[in-house]
């Protein structure tokens, strides 16, 4: 599958995943972001930029602020594309 | 056919697309932004700088933001000029 | 022919076209733009700098942002002297 | 043991010491900074990028502004991830 | 003759010419600028820097914005000193 | 003796020295300064960046503006860490 | 003699010379700026930075504007304290 989407640059696409999700490593993401996800599935990457290297790849469980990217519909679905160097990590 | 206009620098020429417009794939923009197109396709594409190559080539349907780009009216129709980093991605 | 005046580092001077101009290609620039003209031929080009090498040349026909460059009188005439980034692309 | 989380590039989670804890070679925090720990051990760091190399490692014991940092919680804990150049230096 | 004063790095000395002031080849300088001059003779030039070699010498005739440089008096007389990026052209 | 604690990248740590205090080559801090002194005694220096040398070593005697730095309490006693760029000069 | 203060980095101790002060070469400093001296001589000088060279030396009569450096009180005299970019240039 995947998408039919290419970010360009140093761009992610995230599949952002719902608030009441818990991982089975038990991971909860915190309270205060309740209303808006900040956990979220890679579903496409970037080729970076002459000055930065993409490090994320599709399929990683990412953490990334709760006000970071913008809002993409794609294929039906609600997603977000943000610059890999909004991500704060890889769970 | 082609635009007779060359893009100056790392900026392209983009062709929006209405947005009750959907593609073969399903592809819809996002509800909010229906007043303003944020899909599009590229007619010119400048040379890129000493800092930055280009990536997207005429005809690449691509997605921008909602505010990106300039207005202009090119041999008598509407297009957005707007840099190449202001692109989100090439559907 | 030609300027007597030498535009420094990555600046150009540009001898803008009214409003009501049309090219033999029928181009018009936007109807929100009629008070000040974006359209102007190119008559004197700075030398670049380290880093920054000149696209444009004499004689070219570009267009510009409306609130591009700084007036200037020479010889009798009104100019516009701006920074070639600051030109979109040339017609 | 250790966490599963890795953070990106120049960033590192730290996990907060109470105020109220003296370590053994008798460090307090200034008073000013008793309502939020300034002190805290590193649990995770990234790998650096082009232009940063990494110097905290794990288990480091650190001080770092009272302001610093973005709240997480990864299993069930409350952590900070921050910049590696938020940090003031290893105890 | 010449200036007994040595500007650092990109920076020139510029005796403003009288608004009034007409050159053999007709040269007027914007109406707007009536009360401050625009145009100047170059009288000292620094040694430029890493990143900038100077492009004026001694003796040309430059133009420049009207709000640009700083006032000097050297010997008696007012000068400008101003970095060479602010002098847009040499007549 | 020394302190166990290493600053990060550029930073420094300066031990206050009152205002009241003259040194041996009767050195006093400006008037206007009084009420926080602007001369301490460099107690633990960092390793620099890539891009910054540390200059300055354990023991100097150095000036640094009025409000440089941040209060840090370590092993009981106040000292200021800042960045070595904030440091005017050595005495 | 010469003072016992070391500049760091770029910077430089200037001994203001007062405004009343005329030099053999008939030197005045603006009238605007009676209240606070622009004219001074440089007594210490920094070692540069990697990006940055020194070019004026101890003993240079400089100019430099009315609102650059810090006040410092050293061995009982007032100097100014700043970046030699604030430097105008050498008499």
Redesign the interface.
């Known amino acids: 599958m995947g998408l ?6 140093d ?1 992610v ?1 995230v599949e952002p995943v719902e608030a009441e999700t818990k991982t089975a ?8 972001a309740k209303e808006k996800p900040q956990h979220g599935k890679v579903v ?1 990457v ?2 970076g930029t ?4 993409m ?2 790849k599709e399929g990683d469980q990412v ?1 990334y ?1 709760k006000f970071s990217g ?7 679905k609600d997603y977000l ?1 943000m610059k ?2 909004e ?5």
């Open positions: 039919k989407f290419k970010p360009l640059a761009r696409v490593s038990g991971i909860y993401i915190p309270d205060s496409a970037g080729n002459k000055d930065y290297d490090t994320v953490l602020g913008t809002e993409l519909k794609l294929e039906g594309i890999e160097s991500i704060l990590g890889i769970l």
